[in-house]
């Protein structure tokens, strides 16, 4: 029996609900739109075009297959049926009410009502008789895990499970606040900022390269506690407290107080905005900001360190990829940090993909972790990699193994990387030897590996492996003579 998609519906879009709607979507979901904005289809397809580019790139297991996109002129419609409905119409109070009103009396009565507010309270949201939470994303939405939850527990709890399910990470407030936990940090920094810029400190410009030269990078994997406790040397956190704890009675910034929000002020932030990023449309800084997000959690997930944890073990949750007559090792979109100044994938990632089928082989056949940490593990002594076709950032990237010789120590592996289209990108040949890892001799594998190895190679055995063996420059078939 086919699983029923889970089905989102997105009330308002732009670039929050967009991101909303693709969050959702690219994680297998069927997706309804409702937004009476006639230009809505198209700003939120330039969303999802930045979310099909970047989203997959996090992962190296494929996401699953997009869920059903579809556009409603009637709220009733879009909600009907729905798992989730999330409202993300323009902060205003007496609007959010009208629309989380009707909502609420449309929507399944199982279905979690979220509201992207990112500064009202619950209690003000459902003042009118409405039974939202608030369920605040961060831009963009189909990056950024996390999602702050305020409201009643058990649709909390119940949202906290689906939004896991989506790779996201939703932390549940303790009580209700005015700007929930984030944009109240967010908000101090912002105003002393004006400050700095109003009293001719320092430019838009100079204030973000403070940020992300400096402490912006530090947060992004630990965030402001830990980060100080590290500042405290040995001693910990008690000294760094009594040691900064003064600076905090001296007039080092004006959070007490706001800059006149005039025409002046506006203009002159403006404008150092201009020339600080005008020379690129706003659609480029979401491609450069993309990708830059992207590299970043990657190189966090690899230590499972703050949002690389949340990816890590989203990935972990994601279904494997279906065999045939061979195990599928990789099943993947190629990250823009794939490739090279030519466009398409540099040789050393085919050569990284190929290395990523070798480990999952490895953990299908026994040689896992496990294996590895009690001593024993294979040891790459050769490879030949034929480069067949380009492919691509955005390229869907499918690897299959061949085992080819699976006796005594070798295990001599036939990789094949497939493009999304069926295109046969490259073969990658590898040769292994089995070792003791702790006299750094070879040796022969051990039980269940042998075993599972063994069988392997029989039933590859009567597969074909095109041009098995060849050394470099050698030609695919015999040259023929010209007459």
């Not at 409603?72 to 009103?101: C, F, I, N, R, Y």
């Not at 009580?175 to 109003?198: G, N, Q, T, Y």
């Not at 990387?417 to 292994?432: I, K, P, W, Y």
């Amino acid at each position: 029996m086919t699983e029923v998609n889970r089905k989102a519906a997105i009330i308002g879009g732009g670039v929050i609900g967009g991101g909303w709607a693709a969050r959702f979507l690219l994680n297998g979901w069927d997706v309804a739109i409702f937004d009476p904005d006639p230009q809505a289809e198209r700003k939120i397809g330039e969303v999802l075009s930045n979310a099909r580019r970047a989203l997959p790139a996090l992962y190296d297991r494929a996401l699953p297959p997009e869920g059903r996109l579809s556009w409603h002129d009637d709220m009733a419609d879009a909600v009907a049926d729905a798992d989730w409905v999330q409202e993300s119409v323009p902060e205003t109070l007496a609007l959010k009410h009208k629309v989380l009103g009707r909502l609420s009396a449309l929507a399944p009565a199982h279905a979690v009502i979220g509201s992207s507010t990112s500064g009202f309270k619950p209690s003000e949201l459902n003042a009118e008789g409405a039974r939202a939470i608030v369920a605040h994303p961060f831009n963009p939405v189909y990056l950024l895990p996390l999602i702050e939850l305020v409201g009643d527990p058990e649709t909390c709890a119940r949202a906290s499970g689906l939004l896991r399910d989506v790779g996201c990470h939703p932390l549940t407030l303790r009580k209700e606040i005015d700007a929930h936990i984030a944009d109240r940090l967010l908000e101090a920094v912002w105003r002393e900022s004006l400050w700095l810029v109003k009293d001719g400190i320092a430019t838009t410009e100079e204030i973000d390269e403070a940020i992300r030269m400096g402490f912006g990078i530090r947060w992004a994997q630990m965030g402001l506690f830990e980060t100080y406790r590290i500042a405290g040397g040995e001693a910990g956190m008690k000294h760094f407290m009594s040691q900064f704890g003064p600076a905090l009675s001296w007039p080092w910034t004006k959070l007490m107080d706001v800059p006149e929000f005039n025409d002046e002020l506006v203009d002159l932030i403006a404008s150092q905005s201009d020339a600080q990023s005008g020379h690129m449309s706003i659609r480029e800084l979401e491609r450069l900001r993309d990708d830059n997000i992207v590299g970043m959690l990657r190189a966090l997930r690899r230590t499972k360190t703050g949002a690389g944890g949340v990816i890590a073990a989203h990935e972990a949750a994601l279904p494997a990829p279906a065999a045939g007559d061979l195990p599928v090792t990789g099943d993947r979109q190629v990250p823009t940090s794939w490739t090279d100044y030519n466009g398409h994938m540099n040789d050393a990632d085919y050569l990284r993909a190929a290395s990523d089928a070798t480990d999952r082989f490895m953990e299908m056949i026994g040689a896992d972790a496990d294996y590895i940490a009690a001593g024993r593990s294979y040891f790459t002594v050769e490879t030949h990699t034929r480069y067949l076709a380009e492919v691509h950032a955005g390229d869907r990237l499918r690897t299959t193994t061949q085992v080819i010789d699976g006796t005594g120590k070798r295990m001599h592996l036939f990789h094949r990387l497939v493009r999304g289209d069926g295109t046969l990108a490259a073969t990658v040949e590898v040769m292994l030897l089995h070792m003791n890892l702790a006299t750094r001799a070879t040796c022969d594998p051990e039980g269940i590996v042998a075993e599972r190895l063994s069988r392997m190679a029989a039933a590859h055995a009567d597969l074909p492996a095109e041009d098995i063996g060849r050394h470099v420059g050698q030609r695919s078939k015999p040259a023929v003579e010209p007459a």
